[in-house]
Every structure is written in structure tokens, then in C-alpha cells.
């Protein structure tokens, strides 16, 4: 699922740089959990209204499409792994990796 990038590719690089993880709820498919517990009400709103599409992302994955977005990708998570942070879907590195690539 590639989402339209005007809308979702700024979200996951700000909640990326403020350091937040995301998953799927384990009990309940159309709720997300994040860490940290309470997020800054601006990226609170804009991850309400954009559930569904990062809910999809996690749970399906990103399939970057385009040579620059898989260079992209690539490029950032592989930094991120040199530095020793986690890059798991839901990651904030993988965060900002997604929302990146899909500019």
C-alpha cells in the first residue's frame, strides 16, 4: 500500500524525528499504540486522521516504488542500523525512512 505521499510523507518523518514507535494494537486491528504514552497534540490529530493509511503500512508493509525511493529507503534505514537503532516497521528510523522515500 502506497499512500498519497502530500499527506502521509510529512506525518511519519515528524513523528520519526520526535522519536515515537508505532504498532498495531494487539487486540484490536483498527487501533494503533504508540510510545511514547502521550504525544504532542499536533501529531496526535494528524495520526487520527491518518490512522487507516499508517495502520496499513505497518500491517501490509511499504513497497517503495521507483529507483530514488528504494535507493532512498535503503540509504536511510542502513544508516540507521550502523548507528545501532532499531529499524523495525514502526521504528522511529523506519519512520522517517517511509515518509522519505515516499516524498
Same mark, same amino acid.
Given at each position: ?46 495520526? $487520527? /486522521?491518518?490512522? %487507516?493509511?499508517? !495502520? =496499513? ?11 530514488? #525511493? +528504494?535507493?532512498?529507503?535503503?540509504? $536511510? /534505514?542502513?544508516? %540507521?542500523?550502523? !548507528? =545501532? ?11 522517517? #525512512? +517511509? ?5
Amino acid at each position: 500500500m502506497n499512500p498519497n505521499p502530500r499527506e502521509l510523507a510529512p506525518l511519519l518523518v515528524d513523528l520519526g524525528r520526535a522519536g515515537i514507535e508505532l504498532a498495531p494494537h494487539p487486540t484490536d486491528a483498527s487501533r494503533l499504540r504508540h510510545r511514547p504514552a502521550h504525544l504532542p497534540p499536533d501529531l496526535s490529530a494528524r495520526l $487520527r /486522521l491518518h490512522r %487507516a493509511a499508517v !495502520l =496499513g503500512l505497518l500491517v501490509n508493509g511499504y513497497a517503495p516504488t521507483g529507483d530514488e #525511493a +528504494v535507493y532512498i529507503l535503503g540509504e $536511510r /534505514l542502513g544508516i %540507521a542500523d550502523g !548507528l =545501532g537503532m532499531p529499524t523495525h516497521p514502526g521504528s522511529a528510523a523506519w519512520l522517517v #525512512a +517511509v515518509g522519505e522515500s515516499i516524498q
